[in-house]
């Protein structure tokens, strides 16, 4: 299976507007699961269809392996047709008046393959994605989820080199959509094919992708593994799109008790660094503490007022006021504590994100060993 290499890819609808894709590197690896997450407009889309060659580039150039399939500069520029790739749309785009075999059979009778390769092909994809019950049946007679399958399989049968998958799951609903993820990662495990998911359900990019590139405004924010896009966010931006309940971020420029807290805080810890325009806390990262606190603890301390409890199922959202700041916790414990209730709460001083005032990540450095902490070393705050 071949890589897809974009190489300052930028595309303009109109010259005078801003890019819809403004120069792109991006290096997606042989046999890989790469998802574009981003919001609606971000450019996520217009990437893939320029990849599928639906497309054609403004600037840069798009190689599927070694083979060059677009190029301005170069005046190259390869149909999709002739790219050797899957497409999976939202829209199953599925022929109403064919079978679920038909169907899949056809992208083979325009490759012109004979008749019991034909079938062959066919009993196999019908076994892999569990819809062999289906083949004589109609779109029509089909659920979403067993359509979308069918529309997988179209494009599995005629064995892509890469398959490209634009929002496919947006349709379906939740349960149909759980399963449909465990159905693309089984298929990219058992089949190794590159793929390329575009969405804007960020737990979908997370669940499904071996690397993620963020994307807003037609530009690159961040590309790295679930994890590194969850721990580290290069920027603001990731850190507030990527998470829910989305992280919380307190302004130090803003004068407020919370922040003049932090800042002292910061200093305190060896986390402060000149440029530092706002810190930002995971909610599930906050910890109420069952009593009262121990002021030689090295981490941030604060007191605070419990405004409301969200239950989501199997977890609770608990919004906290800090002396006039609003702060969301998420834990999966069965909250024990009313509305109105006042708590400790404790964060680590390494799950405090720093942003300077261009949104850009600070990675501040960390002291080998915290610094003891006599008790009036952190100024502790009292409920507003």
Known sequence: MPDIALHHVSKRYDPGAAPA????????????????????????????RLIAGLESLSEGEIRLGDRL????????????????????????????????AQNIEFGLKLRKQDAPRRRATLDQVLQTLGIEAYRHRYPAQLSGGQQQRVALARMLAVQPEILLLDEPLSNLDARLRLEMRTEL?????????????????????????TRIAVMKDGQLQQL??????????????????????????????????????????????????????????RPERIQVLGGEPDLADPALLLSAHLTSLLPTGGSWILELTVAGDRL??????PPSWAEGASLWLRVRAEDLHLFDS?????????PAAPTPRTPCSQPVMEIA
Not at 77 to 100: C, D, I, K, M
Not at 186 to 207: K, P, Y
Not at 328 to 333: E, G, I, N, R, V
């Open 328 to 333: 969301h916790l998420c834990t999966q414990t």
């Open 224 to 281: 790295g593994t679930p994890h590194e896009i969850y721990e580290t966010p290069a920027n603001r931006f990731v850190a507030e799109f990527v998470g829910t309940p989305p992280i919380n971020l307190v302004e130090l420029s803003l004068p407020s008790p919370l922040a003049s807290q932090l800042t002292r805080y910061l200093g305190t810890c060896g986390r402060w660094q000149p440029g530092i325009e706002a810190v930002g806390i």
């Open 185 to 209: 990662k089984r298929i990219h495990r058992q089949l190794g094919t590159t793929m390329l998911f575009v969405t804007h359900d960020q737990w979908e990019a997370m669940a499904l992708a």
């Open 358 to 366: 261009q949104g850009r990540r600070l990675a501040a450095p960390r």
């Open 69 to 100: 399939v677009d190029s301005r500069a170069r005046g190259c520029f390869v149909p999709a047709e002739q790219r050797n790739l899957g497409l999976v749309f939202q829209s199953y785009a599925l022929w109403p008046h064919l079978t679920v």
């Open 21 to 48: 894709v403004a120069d792109l590197d991006l290096l997606i690896e042989e046999g890989e699961f790469m998802c574009l997450l981003g919001p609606s407009g971000c450019g996520k889309s217009t990437t893939l």
